[in-house]
């Protein structure tokens, strides 16, 4: 057997907290149960899958921007020290006690964010790593949650709120009703550019998509505008994965899967922040990190349209499914942090308004009476969860 070398660095721990997840999964016996997989805290210390290991990565100090991402933020944010953040050391599997403190249980079952040195916003919402001002343009690309898809209406999609309120914010021409509508046809908006705004979204699209997305929403006159661009990426590509998880594919193409998408992101901000001298008078990049309509459970079934959706059975090792997602979440700060941008914690925020929010057990409980955020169709937002969408996004571009 060929030695592993194990690195020490932040990186390389994410990598093996999943990998071990990975592995567990080839030891299982003949009736395909896994043992829990067991992440391997910063500090050592090991944390089940739902468990709250001590976090013990020195996160105090504050990120720098990175060339083409924008300013240093100035709001009064935090850094994801748990001690900054109002909780303990233990706070739980993310260490940033105030996404945490968020579920009954005090714990949920975020991405372990205690190796990254990136500012939290006061609002516990994202990151805030930018100082976001004076936008002339502001492009919306991503996927079906940004385009906004029936029964919710086009006055009630995320993209409609938060144009609006920027349009506001940022003195610019809103754009008209026309541009929030969504052609049911192609699934993108019915116009793409109207006043300062400009949507290249597409229903499906997943993040191979964004480069032609991205190519589609810039003209060569547009670069010389100061730009905000916001998305939601990675949901298509989380299910596609869960799909062929469900029907069998190896773990090693699993692996490659979630590997492809992570760099296809990256690719993506890279396309926007890595030349200084693309947008000579500033960019800045705001995106969500990936959610998924279970409460962590994988209880795919759970939702009444699940065979609709693509879902028709329930993963036997849901372990593998939550440990990619909480390695997809995490990669997308590292990018963030790595290149000065921002990131919406949608995943830790709608983590108890899915299919289970009623349910005690589940990590992400988050009360009685919670309302659910997600449609019929399973995986977009009901108007309600459009709504605190919407304010997500505002909080982290706000701050």
């Given at each position: 057997?060929?030695?592993?070398?194990?690195?020490?660095?932040?990186?390389?721990?994410?990598?093996?907290?999943?990998?071990?997840?990975?592995?567990?999964?080839?030891?299982?016996?003949?009736?395909?149960?896994?043992?829990?997989?067991?992440?391997e805290g910063s500090d050592g210390t090991s944390a089940g899958s739902g468990g709250n290991?001590?976090?013990?990565?020195?996160?105090?100090?504050?990120?720098?921007?990175?060339?083409?991402?924008?300013?240093?933020?100035?709001?009064?944010?935090?850094?994801?020290?748990?001690?900054?953040?109002?909780?303990?050391?233990?706070?739980?599997?993310?260490?940033?006690?105030?996404?945490?403190?968020?579920?009954?249980?005090?714990?949920?079952i975020g991405a372990n964010y205690s190796d990254f040195e990136v500012p939290?916003?006061?609002?516990?919402?994202?990151?805030?790593?930018?100082?976001?001002?004076?936008?002339?343009?502001?492009?919306?690309?991503?996927?079906?949650?940004?385009?906004?898809?029936?029964?919710?209406?086009?006055?009630?999609?995320?993209?409609?709120?938060?144009?609006?309120?920027?349009?506001?914010?940022?003195g610019l021409e809103p754009p008209e009703q026309q541009w929030t509508q969504v052609n049911i046809l192609n699934g993108t908006a019915s116009v793409q550019e109207s006043g300062a705004f400009a949507s290249c979204a597409v229903w499906g699209a997943q993040n191979d998509d964004l480069a032609s997305q991205l190519e589609q929403c810039f003209a060569t006159e547009d670069f010389d505008m100061r730009t905000l661009v916001v998305f939601t990426m990675g949901g298509n590509d989380g299910a596609s994965i869960a799909k062929d998880f469900l029907d069998g594919a190896p773990l090693a193409d699993v692996?490659?899967?979630?590997?492809?998408?992570?760099?296809?992101?990256?690719?993506?901000?890279?396309?926007?922040?890595?030349?200084?001298?693309?947008?000579?008078?500033?960019v800045f990049v705001v995106n969500a990190n990936v959610y998924e309509f279970t409460d962590g459970t994988f209880d795919f079934l759970s939702c009444p349209a699940a065979g609709l959706a693509g879902f028709n059975s329930n993963p036997d090792m849901p372990d593998i499914l939550l440990s990619s997602l909480r390695h997809i979440n995490e990669e997308y700060m590292r990018?963030?942090?790595?290149?000065?941008?921002?990131?919406?914690?949608?995943?830790?925020?709608?983590?108890?308004?899915?299919?289970?929010?009623?349910?005690?057990?589940?990590?992400?409980?988050?009360?009685?009476?919670?309302?659910?955020?997600?449609?019929?169709?399973?995986?977009?937002?009901?108007?309600?969860?459009?709504?605190?969408l919407a304010a997500m996004f505002l909080d982290v571009i706000s701050e």
């Open positions: 057997m060929t030695p592993i070398h194990c690195s020490t660095s932040p990186s390389s721990r994410r990598s093996l907290r999943w990998l071990t997840a990975l592995s567990l999964a080839t030891a299982c016996g003949d009736d395909g149960a896994a043992p829990a997989a067991e992440s290991g001590t976090q013990g990565a020195d996160t105090s100090g504050a990120a720098t921007s990175g060339s083409g991402g924008g300013e240093q933020g100035t709001g009064e944010a935090t850094t994801n020290d748990p001690d900054e953040t109002g909780g303990s050391e233990t706070g739980g599997t993310n260490g940033i006690a105030c996404i945490d403190e968020q579920y009954v249980g005090g714990i949920g939290i916003g006061s609002h516990c919402n994202g990151t805030n790593q930018q100082d976001i001002t004076e936008i002339e343009r502001i492009v919306f690309i991503g996927d079906s949650v940004t385009v906004g898809t029936p029964p919710t209406t086009a006055p009630d999609f995320y993209r409609t709120i938060l144009a609006n309120a920027l349009a506001a914010a940022f692996f490659d899967e979630v590997e492809t998408m992570i760099a296809q992101h990256e690719a993506a901000v890279q396309w926007l922040v890595g030349d200084p001298g693309k947008f000579p008078n500033g990018i963030a942090q790595e290149n000065g941008t921002d990131v919406v914690f949608m995943s830790e925020g709608f983590c108890g308004h899915g299919f289970h929010s009623g349910d005690e057990s589940s990590a992400c409980y988050r009360g009685p009476d919670n309302e659910t955020w997600f449609d019929l169709s399973c995986i977009h937002p009901t108007p309600a969860g459009h709504e605190a």
